[in-house]
């Protein structure tokens, strides 16, 4: 039996997920079939669970413990549902199968997300995505960077903004020169902000 250790986490960046898109690209719900599907890191595989698929759902099938526990069987089957495509075919969608204080959940999702005993929408594990945990400095800060080495420049703050790329139309440099301004003020705020807020916990304790 393969084996799954769920960790609750608060950012689903920080939880092992189940994609039902990529594994309709691989071609793994078009007929019955059982495969394995790990999670690695650093090229080390962590965590693996047991597949089942049919069209209309799939059954996972791994191990999981809480803190302090022994490892525990677990079996969890999930509805997959199928709508049609704008331009013809059909995408599934994940309906989420976890029932919190007896309210069955349901939701059709891309990903569900192993932040417990069983897999379940960002939403039932109230999970935030990283950037929204960001401070308004961090994600100034972050968006000016991007934006600095998507014109072949430099991510520090202390260098020129870089000159436009060659090849590149003077709207569109003109542009991301305003986009870059406008982040960095907000970093700017968002470090005073911070400054002030430190110097008045400081202040207090003095």
């Known amino acids: 039996m393969a084996r799954y250790a769920g960790g609750g986490k608060n950012t689903v960046e920080g939880c092992r997920s189940i994609d039902v898109l990529e594994w309709h690209r691989r071609g793994y719900l078009r007929t019955p079939r059982w495969f394995s599907w790990a999670w690695t890191r650093d090229g080390e595989r962590v965590a693996s669970i047991n597949v089942e698929t049919q069209r209309h759902s799939v059954s996972l099938k791994y191990r999981s413990r809480s803190y302090g526990e022994g490892w525990n069987d677990v079996e969890q089957r999930i509805t997959i549902a199928w709508t049609p495509c704008r331009f013809g075919g059909e995408r599934p969608w994940f309906a989420c199968s976890v029932a919190a204080n007896g ?83 907000r970093s700017n705020r968002g470090l005073m902000g911070f400054v002030e807020r430190l110097g008045r916990r400081t202040s207090g304790r003095a």
Not at 119 to 144: I, P, V
């Open 103 to 185: 309210v069955y959940c349901g939701r059709r999702v891309t990903k569900l997300y192993g932040a417990g005993r069983l897999f379940a929408c960002r939403h039932c594990y109230r999970l935030a995505y990283a950037s929204q945990q960001e401070s308004a400095h961090q994600r100034g800060l972050g968006k000016s960077q991007k934006i600095r080495m998507r014109l072949d420049g430099s991510a520090s703050m202390l260098e020129e903004f870089p000159d436009k790329p060659k090849g590149m139309h003077w709207r569109t440099y003109e542009r991301w020169r305003r986009v870059h301004d406008v982040a960095e003020e």
